[in-house]
């Protein structure tokens, strides 16, 4: 709030005088500097916050000992106080004072608070001067209420026009957007998080601390956008160049009714300052549902030219306590003029005929004094609004504790508070204990209802503190995206985003983190918005165009062992992810789907496609080799093209025709080739390292979709887990518990065939422990899955032959 510098033209012969004009005319302003040209002075405001903020800029001007903040649930008076910033409502009206204005003068039309707004123009006086604030529609009434007032009118500093429709997702920086109801503030700004990146929030209900933690986040620049109830028409001070409204209905506490064209001018009055003008907009939402403004409502707001009211709200404010009967009577009292409408469903009168109903209450009121003490309790408002019983109920219990004990018990009052000193919970949850609190911080400033109400108001206030903090981070998680926001007011400038990358991989632009490249993949962080994904997307292209083809030419060149397949099947360069490996028509033909790569040019991806495809045929090529032989034909060929088709591994008995037809020059080719003709299996013994048989196991389970993929070392022997498929693929027999490498069980099995050849029992050798690298009890279970008889006679096996001869079923493959 600026200070003016220019004096105020004051004649000094009329005490009363009313300050008349639409927004940003510089009545508050005016006001205040009045103010403080006096001695003493008391100013009434519309809301809490806006007395908050006067306040705290008076203790700038004039030092926190001259200043005094009277609110419903603050009271900060210093000794020396000279000057009092109050709502309309908590004005000490006793206090005698050389300056008393009142600011937004109108909402004595409001159905809920005008009486109070009407009660002060007719007996709120300065012992010098008294001033009236508010819009030029109240003159003519105004003349009525007060007929020595002069009135004094002032234009608006500032053009407003009206622009039509506005889209949230084209909003320009600097906007404001306001809505009527909690819920569709929530959901106008998760539509402007999304597309520009995040909002302020401002609404009535909340704490001074929340909306002025909300509120510096928008004035700072954190956000561009603020989006607000009708609050914000109310004489807050915001910069505001952009007004739209997502709604020209509102729910006036009895039924929903469209705007008067004085209302939308209050509200969209607040784009504008000083000499720069302002617009207003209806969202695209707002006019579906209820249509654009008619040209005469817009040709009222942009020349702030209003119908005159005609009718204000009134009730008697001279009470009488003598009995109930008569403090009923004058709380009902006609207004003494006809263009004053009694006040209907007032909360407070609302609570005390609930309460002198009850007949427990009613019986203890039979005095005067009690009878005012029972008024007071019924003044305490209800800040979470329309709760009906449980408010009566706890204003039954407070007044039945005064009048008990003549203050209210100290347990009772902590355990009520206790349950509200949590910050857990959503946004919903911490409004309503801010809303709860607030009932009890008012409370304390009740004089003589507390014995340590000092102690109670600063609890109070540091619970509102702490739910109030809360909120704020709640609401700033929920509905500002931080890199977003940046990003976007960047490229709304016209600006190209400069990012850089940390040598860790970690993107920042803006002196915020976008996130980090992954390989070639780039992950945004903490980015939920469309726009901010979009900014984001184009800081990071920008800056990782020579590092994404430093690491694709890397990719091209680096060689076949720098690849490998992950437990889920992807085909990974390092730790780097490229491909999805899909079954091909054969084994050892494979497929692959390439990753999206997004941040990759398509020329990029093309290059990264024929490595992968190229490794494809590289892997297959290792199994290939081995086998691989163009002397050979006719059933020799076959045998190697089964092999091929095996992995390297096939049951003798599948191709023992071919086998039969081998001359004994293609049987020495096939031995000098590493092709084993063993007695259940033909194998090569090259693609038995264990570099090939981990080759072998993924190109069966890329085949077979199999994951995740086995751990397959070479190992003589493996406890058998899987398929039996995939151990033969593998160059693996299984047996019972455990899968045998073929070359170590052929060479068990000729051992057994030799010492058992006899047909008599023979001492089962240690010595195939240490081949078979496995644990007696599972030897002995392979022996017998080979077709052998083992037994034990005292700490020592036998072994012998079985009684069918093996040699006809070893010849049909062996068991398996």
Known sequence: MRRLTQSIDFDGRSHIKALLGPTNTGKTHRAIQRMLSHRTGMIGFPLRLLAREVYDKLCEWVGVDSVALVTGEERIIPSKARFYSCTVESMPLSLPVAFVAVDEIQLATHRERGHVFTDRLLHARGVKETWFLGSDTMSALLSRLVPTVEIITHPRLSQLSYTGIDKVRSLRPRSAVVAFSATHVYEIAERVRSARGGTAIVMGALSPRTRNAQVEMYQSGDVHYIVSTDAIGMGL???????????????????????EAAEIGQIAGRAGRFRRDGTFGLTNGCVQRSGALPPDVVTAVQSQVFQPVRRVYYRNSRLNFSSQKALLDSLARRPPHGFMRPVRDAVDHDVLRALLASREISA?????????????????????????????????????????NGELNADWVQSRINRLDRTSGGIELLMSRIACIRTWTYVSHRQGWLTDGSGLQQRTRQIEDRLSDALHEQLTQRFVDQRAT?????????????????????????????????????????????????????????????????????????PHLMFG??????????????????PGESVLTPRFKLRRLEMLSTQQRKIIRRRVRQ?????????????????????????????????????????????????????????????????????????????????????????????????????????????????????????????????????????????????????LPKKLETW?????????????????????????????????????SGRRGGSS
């Open 237 to 259: 001070n915001l910069d505001i160049h952009h007004l739209t409204l997502g709604a020209t209905r509102k729910f006036d506490g009895r039924q929903l009714r469209d705007l």
């Open 486 to 558: 940046v990003l976007v007011h960047e490229l709304s400038l016209g600006f190209d985003i400069e990012a850089s990358l940390s040598e860790d991989g970690q993107l920042t632009a803006a002196g915020v983190v976008l996130g980090r490249l992954e390989g070639l993949d780039f992950v945004a962080e903490g980015t939920k918005s469309t726009a901010g994904l979009k900014a984001v997307d184009r800081a990071a292209r920008q800056a990782l165009v020579q590092a994404l083809s430093n690491r694709v030419d890397a990719l091209a060149e680096a």
């Open 364 to 404: 203890r009121v039979g005095s005067e004094g009690r009878l005012r003490q029972l008024w007071e309790v019924c003044c305490i408002p209800d800040f979470r609004r329309h709760l009906g019983n449980e408010h009566s109920g706890l204003l039954s219990e407070i007044f039945t504790q005064l009048d008990d």
């Open 615 to 763: 490794w494809c045929h590289d892997e297959a090529e290792l199994i290939r080799s081995p086998l691989r032989n163009k002397t050979l034909h006719g059933p020799a060929a076959g045998l190697l093209y089964s092999l091929e088709m095996g992995l390297g591994c096939i049951k003798r008995v599948n191709v023992r025709d071919q086998i039969g037809q081998l001359s004994a020059k293609e049987r020495k080719t096939l031995a000098r080739m590493g092709i084993r003709l063993g007695y259940h299996t033909v194998y090569s013994s090259a693609l038995l390292q264990s570099d090939a048989i981990l080759k072998r196991c993924r190109l069966w389970a890329i085949q077979n979709r199999f994951s995740p993929l086995p751990e397959l070392g070479g190992e003589p022997t493996v406890v058998a887990e899987h398929p039996e498929e995939l151990y033969w693929a593998s160059g693996y027999q299984k047996l019972a518990q455990r899968a045998v490498r073929v070359d170590v069980l052929e060479r068990v099995d000729a051992s057994l065939r030799k010492i058992t050849r006899s047909g008599k029992e023979s001492r």
């Open 565 to 582: 397949v992950s437990e889920d099947l992807q085909l990974r360069w390092g730790q780097v992810p490229l491909a999805w490996l899909r």
């Open 772 to 808: 078979l690298e496995c644990p007696h009890s599972d030897l002995v279970l392979i022996c017998r899955g080979l077709g052998y008889r083992c037994r034990q006679r005292g700490e020592e096996w036998t072994i012998s032959r079985a009684r069918r001869s093996r040699r006809s």
